[in-house]
Structures are given as C-alpha cells and as structure tokens.
C-alpha cells in the first residue's frame, strides 16, 4: 500500500523566510502528486498537483514543488512566505487502482509578522 | 467555494447514536469521496463512489455505510457512535470516471462531529 511521510510537523517562520517542506511517498510506479492547504477553519484547497513532464510545477501563491522520482519526494516550496500563508499543508499521492489519495500527515505553517 | 456542499457543519450526538452527513458534489462531478480527518490519525480515505457504484473502500468501520443517490449527491452514515468518532468529515468530489482519468480532487467545508 503506498504511504506518505511528511517530517516536518510543525515549521514556524518569519515573514519573507524561504519555506521548503518536505514529502516523500513509497509506491514503486506511476504516481499523481498533489499538495493541498487548509487555511483555519476551512476546507481544503489545491495548491499545486503533478500528473506528468517537467517535474517543477508551479502552482498558486506562489508556491511551486519538485518532483524527485529517484528520492520519492515532491517537496513543496515558495521563496518568500507572508503571514496569511499561516496553514496546514498536506501532501498527498494517487497511485495504483482506484482514484483516492493517500495524504500524510500534515505540517503546520506559522508565519511570524 | 469550491463547489462541494457538506451540512451540516457542525453536529454534536451522544454515544450510541446514528447520524447522517451529507455532501453535495460539483455540478456535473460523478465520483464522491469521503474522509476522515481526526488528530490522531490524520486524513484518512473511506470511501468511493462513481455514479452511483461503489468503487473503493479505505479504512471504514463496519459501523459506517455510505451510498451515492441518483442525483449524485451522496450520504455517510454513521452509527453506534462511539467518542473516537469524533472526527471533522471531508466530502470530495472529482470529475475522474471509475477507470481513470485526472483525478483531482475538490473539498466541502467538512462537517465536524462531536460524540460525547
């Protein structure tokens, strides 16, 4: 069964800080990656995904993440981070039969003003 | 908004008891997901349903059941509720066919349920 580790599980950071956070995923074929954000209280929203070609995909904010398919990882970052990028980032992966995503486990972002 | 309904979004139920949450997909979306987001076990896939059929089950309790009606909205149901149900309940919906296709997904607000 694939899995999804996220390591960081809590980053704090300044305003224009460098974020780079970190997934990697255990399935050995064809992978979709995706991160989505959860702003308080709300639901979550797609940030950027990755289906196939150029493995550095921009998404929204200004955020964008790697492909690495010899490490297994799709970390996400954005050089200079605000205050309302404050969430909770997750990554997630779809892979194999069926359509649903495996997620990790969250890293929650605090942006200090 | 990304187009995905949940109600209610908060619900507050006693040990033992029954409830239903509902979840309106985006216009035109066929495929229903349902998740479960709790502290300690994080986000956790449940359920599929594309167009009516169940297509995949993840981590559900026996106690849990979920259908998808023909106007493809669909309801989980949750019963002999226990306090480690509590949990906030995602919907989500894709415009994915059952064989594939771009399976990204879209999430309602969540509806959170309390057990006490």
């Known amino acids: 069964a694939q899995s999804v580790s996220q390591h960081n599980h809590h980053v704090i950071l300044s305003e224009a800080a460098s974020l780079e956070l970190g997934c990697n995923y255990s399935y050995g074929g064809t992978v979709n990656l995706f991160w989505y954000v959860q702003y308080p209280g709300q639901h979550l929203q797609l940030l950027l995904k990755y289906f196939s070609g150029d493995p550095l995909v921009k998404g929204i904010k200004g955020f964008e993440a790697e492909f690495i398919k010899s490490k297994f990882s799709f970390n996400l970052r954005k050089p200079s981070v605000q205050w309302s990028d404050t969430a909770e980032y997750f990554c997630?992966?779809?892979?194999?039969?069926?359509?649903?995503?495996?997620f990790g486990g969250g890293t929650r972002l605090m942006v200090k003003p | 908004d990304s187009g995905v309904t949940q109600t209610p979004k908060h619900l507050i139920t006693a040990t033992g008891q029954r409830v239903t949450l509902r979840c309106s997909p985006r216009?035109?979306?066929?495929?229903v997901y349902w998740y479960q987001q709790s502290l300690d076990q994080g986000l956790q896939f449940l359920i599929h349903?594309?167009?009516?059929?169940?297509?995949a089950k993840g981590n559900i309790l026996e106690r849990f059941s979920a259908q998808q009606f023909p106007d493809l909205h669909s309801e989980l149901n949750l019963s002999s509720l226990e306090l480690g149900d509590s949990a906030l309940y995602f919907c989500?919906?894709?415009?994915?066919?059952?064989?594939?296709?771009?399976?990204?997904?879209?999430f309602g607000q969540g509806t959170r349920l309390t057990v006490v």
């Open positions: 989500a919906s894709s415009a994915t066919t059952h064989s594939g296709g771009t399976p990204e997904a879209f």
């Open positions: 997630a992966v779809n892979a194999g039969a069926g359509n649903m995503l495996t």
């Open positions: 349903y594309y167009n009516g059929e169940e297509r």
């Open positions: 216009s035109g979306d066929l495929s």
